[in-house]
Each structure stands twice: as structure tokens, then as C-alpha cells.
């Protein structure tokens, strides 16, 4: 499984944008999918998860520090997984990443339990 993100930029702060997360020649809806971020000299971090459309419950986790500014969705019909991020702070800038997992259906916050990653893309929120 090959995974892609875009959407990435600059953005003021107060700004926002939607980073997509889409599998080469295979859908995502068995997946449960995760975001991650990753700033220069930090560790990574949990952004968000959805689970896959076996989990009859929709379970979502979002991390602490983008609760009520981050949605997650699917979108089945294009095979596609969207982060909406709304009032991006400076401390919002780093590679977001997205990772699927195959063997769970309820995601989860622990990046090992990931078995496939994107390259990334990078957000930058400055003035």
C-alpha cells in the first residue's frame, strides 16, 4: 500500500487547510488511518485516527493539542482520508504524515501499530 498527502503550505496563524491522504490502486475504507506530525527536533506526534468502516462504532481519537480545531473524515467514494484544520497555531508547523493500518479495525494513537506510511507533507504557520 503506497500512501499519499497533499494539501500542505503556509498559513497564517488563525488560517486553515485540508490535508488528503489517498492509496495508489487500492481503497482505504479497510484501513483504519492515522495522522501524524513531526517537528524538527521534536518526536512524533499523534494528530488524529479514523477507524475502518468494519468498526461498527466510527471510533476517532484526536490528540489533546488539536481537539476542536481538527476534523477528520473519510471520504468512501474517492478512497480518501481529509484532515480539516481550522485556527492553525505556530506551534501546528511540522510534517504531517498519514499511516494505515490493516489488522485492527479501530484505530489507535500508537504509531506502531502503523504499517504503512506517506512521505508527508509539510505545514508551516508563520506571519
Known amino acids: 500500500l503506497q500512501l499519499v498527502e497533499s494539501g500542505g503550505g503556509l498559513v497564517q496563524p488563525g488560517g486553515s487547510l485540508t490535508l488528503s491522504c489517498v492509496a495508489s490502486?487500492?481503497?482505504?475504507?479497510?484501513?483504519?488511518i492515522a495522522w501524524f506530525r513531526q517537528a524538527p527536533g521534536k518526536e512524533r506526534e499523534h494528530v488524529s485516527c479514523?477507524?475502518?468502516?468494519?468498526?461498527?462504532?466510527?471510533?476517532?481519537i484526536y490528540g489533546e493539542s488539536v481537539k476542536g480545531r481538527f476534523t477528520i473524515s473519510r471520504d468512501n467514494a474517492k478512497s480518501t482520508v481529509h484532515l480539516l484544520m481550522n485556527n492553525l497555531k505556530p506551534e501546528d508547523t511540522a510534517l504531517y504524515s498519514c499511516?494505515?493500518?490493516?489488522?485492527?479495525?479501530?484505530?489507535?494513537?500508537?504509531?506502531?501499530?502503523?504499517?504503512?506510511w506517506g512521505q508527508g507533507t509539510q505545514v508551516t504557520v508563520s506571519s
Open positions: 499511516a494505515a493500518d490493516f489488522r485492527r479495525r479501530r484505530c489507535s494513537d500508537e504509531d506502531i501499530r502503523y504499517e504503512f
Open positions: 490502486g487500492e481503497a482505504l475504507d479497510h484501513y483504519a
Open positions: 479514523v477507524s475502518s468502516i468494519h468498526d461498527d462504532t466510527g471510533y476517532i
